[in-house]
């Protein structure tokens, strides 16, 4: 059993930054792999970046790509999503969840998940 919970959302202008974070708890955290989604009003969840246990592979969206970084330590049994350059287009409720395996794009695959927090971009 994994609980994961998400931290760092809040209001910012277009063009700021935030920085995320989903703290695991359990002693298994490495074997995990871990992703971060988003949904929007009305949308449907969407894949926005995923990290293997190892963290020696990261996968971002195409559309977040040159913007968005995720990372882990797992020491402190923690994922980062690094947003810069947001747009109001990335307000959305964010989710960290976790599966073990590879990581994935799909969202059906993942096993755990977090309470979500909301990222609100102004124009």
């Known amino acids: 059993q994994v609980q994961l919970v998400e931290s760092g959302g809040g209001l910012v202008q277009a063009g700021g930054s935030l920085r995320l974070a989903c703290a695991a708890s359990g002693r298994t955290f490495s074997t995990y792999a871990m992703g971060w989604f988003r949904q929007a009003p009305g949308k449907e969840r969407e894949f926005v970046a995923a990290?293997?246990?190892?963290?020696?592979?990261?996968y971002v969206a195409d559309s977040m790509k040159g913007r968005f970084t995720i990372s882990r330590d797992n020491a402190k049994n923690t994922v980062y999503l690094q947003m810069n350059s947001l747009k109001p287009e990335d307000t959305a409720v964010y989710y960290c969840?976790?599966?073990?395996?590879?990581?994935?794009?799909?969202?059906?695959?993942?096993?755990?998940w977090g309470q979500g927090t909301q990222v609100t971009v102004s124009s």
């Open positions: 990290i293997s246990w190892s963290g020696a592979n990261t």
């Open positions: 969840a976790a599966r073990l395996g590879y990581s994935s794009s799909s969202y059906p695959e993942y096993e755990y």
